[in-house]
């Protein structure tokens, strides 16, 4: 091993040791800090030039993420997400109508418009309507929880780890949809009989729920911000018949929606999470540098990932093990090498999936779960480590399964490369 090889992987395991304990002893850093200070320290050892780490950066999935994020801000401000709440209120009657409504508005609105922002908005309105039904909330918040995982794994646009893997690649919007609908769909009909079967006593009660009065909405703001959510949808699947990427799409429903919106763009751009832009880049970076020194190659060549049942049982369970480590948008990054050499579509889709899925085995597992859990902490609800445990790994171990099944099967069936 040369010098600066040595080097590279001495910055990489400090990085991924700040990213996996969050803050180390002594020292006040979290895990975008670690990241960027890596990606400071590769440049500084002289791993990588300036205009090295700046190439190192995919634009592509940092130009998607901004986008989104804008889109999602405006949508927000504009009180879309208060009127999906509203709806969903509208149709609950009793607490298990309740369970599968935000079961399934939590999923299907996480595959289009990021999990973490859709728990972001949804935790406290949930906390609310069972305050006012005076019934447990525990429940229904890992439900939450479970759901906004498992349906953001269906597409692109779900979170963050699933932009990095289409970008990378190249995968349709409508492939990716048609493939891991399947495998989203089941597994949210599968978290509803979980939570039914492990909280019986809360659903064995029939009564009517009660629902706190909520604030008029602005359908005028919704209409022209919701417009333009719907033609950034429909580029998406159009994306290749109309020869835009889906990143250019995203910029464009970005600066569209800035226009014709109603929300101040200072207020919109304020609410972009720059933070999680620059733990992107920084990742990018540092992976990079470490694949320049060569350690990667050696790796790849050592132990490459066969597409085939073996590869997708490898990606399954390193994903389950490593997303409670780093969590899944480190460990997507650090992924990416190693698919990129197999070219295969079905270890991509693995990957997205069960990386999105394993995220449920613990608090830690994913974003989404730690906004939710602080969130609801602030409103005086305390969700214990072995209480979402017991739901989140049961969970996991029936839908890891399921996508391991359901893409095989259609890889075999000649529907996946």
């Not at 180390?24 to 205009?51: E, F, H, K």
């Amino acid at each position: 091993m040369s010098d600066i090889q040595l080097i590279a992987l001495i910055i990489f395991g400090i990085t991924y040791l700040g990213i996996i304990f969050t803050r180390l002893p002594g020292v006040n850093i979290d895990r975008p800090s670690a990241a960027y200070c890596g990606a400071i320290a590769m440049v500084l050892s002289g791993v990588l030039t300036p205009q090295e780490a700046i190439a190192a950066i995919d634009v592509n999935t940092i130009f998607l993420l901004l986008g989104m994020m804008i889109i999602i801000a405006t949508l927000q401000l504009d009180g879309f997400f208060q009127l999906i709440a509203r709806k969903t209120i509208a149709y609950s009657k009793n607490r298990f109508r309740f369970l599968t409504l935000i079961v399934l508005v939590t999923g299907l609105s996480s595959a289009f418009l990021v999990n973490d922002a859709v728990v972001l908005m949804f935790t406290p309105v949930i906390i609310q309507i069972c305050r006012s039904s005076r019934l447990n909330p525990i429940p229904y918040l890992i439900a939450e929880i479970l759901s906004s995982n498992v349906g953001s794994a269906m597409t692109i646009t779900g979170n963050p780890q699933n932009m990095l893997i289409g970008i990378a690649s190249g995968i349709s919007y409508a492939e990716f949809i048609i493939r891991l609908l399947p495998v989203s769909l089941i597994g949210l009909f599968l978290i509803i009989g979980v939570i039914r079967l492990l909280y019986r006593k809360e659903f064995g009660n029939k009564d009517c729920l009660v629902f706190p009065a909520s604030e008029p909405v602005k359908p005028a703001n919704i209409l022209r911000s919701g417009s333009v959510f719907a033609l950034v949808v429909t580029g998406f699947f159009l994306g290749k018949q109309v020869h835009l990427s889906i990143p250019l799409i995203a910029l464009t429903g970005s600066a569209l929606i800035l226009l014709l919106g109603k929300a101040k763009p200072s207020e919109i751009i304020h609410k972009v999470d720059w933070v999680l832009l620059l733990f992107f880049a920084s990742l990018f970076i540092v992976v990079a540098a470490v694949e320049r020194t060569g350690l990667l190659t050696n790796l790849l060549q050592g132990n490459p990932i066969s597409p085939d049942m073996r590869g997708l049982c490898l990606v399954h369970g390193t994903s389950l093990f490593m997303s409670q480590i780093v969590s899944n948008v480190p460990f997507a990054v650090l992924m990416l090498p190693f698919l990129k050499a197999t070219g295969s579509n079905m270890l991509w889709l693995g990957l997205a999936s069960a990386s999105t899925l394993a995220g449920n085995a613990t608090i830690i597992g994913a974003m989404a779960n730690l906004i939710v859990i602080e969130s609801a902490e602030k409103d005086g609800v305390k969700i214990s480590f072995m209480e979402f445990f017991k739901c989140g790994i049961l969970v996991t171990l029936l839908t890891m399964p399921l996508s391991l099944g359901l893409l095989y099967l259609q890889y075999i069936l000649g529907w996946i490369a």
